[in-house]
């Protein structure tokens, strides 16, 4: 007969594990009744507190979980490379974590680090995902979390990122000042925080130039290189066709570059192409991709900083670092 967790005394409980683990270590924030019912299943499933969380107070682990949504995504390379360098020096373990987006798996390094068995994370997948409830972020007693790049209003006290809706305003500002006025945008996965941020600016960019929104312009997308390749057909449908388009990341701007050059279609002479992101690939695509850059190596080293601030006992204030229009072949006059 297998052991009982902390998942199945909140399961009977009907709380969060985070809210069991408050009830453990912290009674005190917790409500009376829900403490109640917290105990009552504790003593139900007969659950002890894991080794590891018992000795989470008295000394550390040494290890940093790392968590990304995607580990094939070249987007997240030189953000763990950043994140490994300030370990390294720091004499942590870093330990990273695959979700793939898939639940289980969040709800699997969600018990990793409560059981314990790391001082702390840093989250590149969406803050909105199945992690622990917010108000026990970076609580006292409990292993804290710094978010990467994935920021909006829910995700936690402490987090890097850029300014994603000045950025992609930026972006499009590039191609108005090159004469364009007819501009469509290839938006990234619905819900997705960077999506909703950078079609914002979009949006900003173009009311800004006195320019109309058309939502027939919006094409959908996944951040994938076959949402840029669909995003061509839709663009092909169209008449007359966009004379320029902003990509929601450098991938899916691949992706119709790609199925440009099959169909003959010239850029940027016949069409404009910006990116988002700077990725490896960006500057060695034919063309060369006009792309935002985020800083991302700086990213993962400031947020190993603040997160060993935090492990240290200091309360550190977010950070915004300066992302960089990077203008290359893909771009030019309308």
Same mark, same amino acid.
């Given at each position: ?10 399961r009977?409980?009907g ?16 409500a009376?009744?829900?403490? $109640?019912r *917290?105990l009552s ?18 000394? %550390? ?6 968590? *990304?949504?995607?580990? /094939?995504n070249?987007f ?6 950043g994140?490994?360098? $300030? ?12 979700t793939? %987006?898939?639940?289980?798996?969040e709800d ?11 001082? /702390?994370?840093?989250?590149l ?7 622990f ?6 609580a ?44 469509a945008? *290839?938006?990234?996965p ?7 941020q950078?079609l914002? /600016?979009?949006r ?5 130039a ?8 919006e ?5 994938g ?10 663009f092909?449908a169209?008449d ?8 929601a990341?450098d $991938?899916?701007a691949? /992706? ?10 010239r ?10 992101d ?11 991709l006009?792309?935002? %850059?985020?800083p ?8 190993? %900083?603040?997160?060993l601030?935090?492990?240290g006992?200091?309360a ?19």
């Amino acid at each position: 007969m297998s052991r009982p967790t902390i998942e199945d005394v909140a399961r009977i409980a009907g709380v969060s594990i985070a809210t069991v683990s408050r009830c453990l270590h912290m009674p005190d924030v917790v409500a009376v009744k829900t403490r $109640e019912r *917290v105990l009552s299943a504790v003593r139900q499933t007969g659950y002890n507190l894991n080794a590891a969380a018992q000795s989470l107070r008295q000394r %550390r682990s040494n290890t940093v979980l790392v968590v *990304v949504p995607d580990i /094939g995504n070249t987007f997240f390379s030189e953000i763990l490379g950043g994140i490994e360098a $300030e370990a390294s020096a720091a004499g942590l373990t870093m330990l990273i974590g695959d979700t793939g %987006r898939i639940k289980a798996r969040e709800d699997a390094y969600v018990r990793y680090l409560l059981n314990g068995r790391a001082d /702390g994370a840093l989250l590149l997948a969406d803050p909105q995902a199945a992690w622990f409830d917010i108000p026990t972020r970076n609580a006292v007693g409990l292993p804290p979390i710094v978010t990467i790049s994935e920021v909006g209003p829910d995700s936690g006290p402490v987090t890097v990122s850029i300014n994603n809706e000045a950025a992609a305003a930026a972006a499009v500002g590039h191609l108005i000042a090159q004469g364009h006025r007819r501009i469509a945008h *290839v938006a990234g996965p619905v819900s997705n925080v960077l999506t909703e941020q950078r079609l914002r /600016g979009y949006r900003r960019a173009l009311r800004e130039a006195g320019l109309t929104l058309d939502p027939g312009l919006e094409f959908p997308g996944d951040f994938g290189l076959a949402s840029g390749r669909a995003a061509f057909e839709r663009f092909q449908a169209l008449d007359p066709h966009p004379s320029a388009l902003f990509f929601a990341n450098d $991938e899916m701007a691949m /992706g119709f570059l790609a199925s440009a050059y099959a169909a003959g279609v010239r850029v940027p002479r016949d069409v404009s192409v910006v990116g988002f992101d700077d990725i490896h690939f960006a500057q060695s695509c034919i063309p060369a991709l006009t792309t935002i %850059r985020q800083p991302r190596a700086e990213m993962g080293a400031t947020a190993m %900083r603040l997160l060993l601030e935090i492990i240290g006992g200091a309360a550190p204030a977010s950070v915004q670092l300066p992302y960089e229009l990077v203008i290359r072949d893909s771009t030019t006059r309308a």
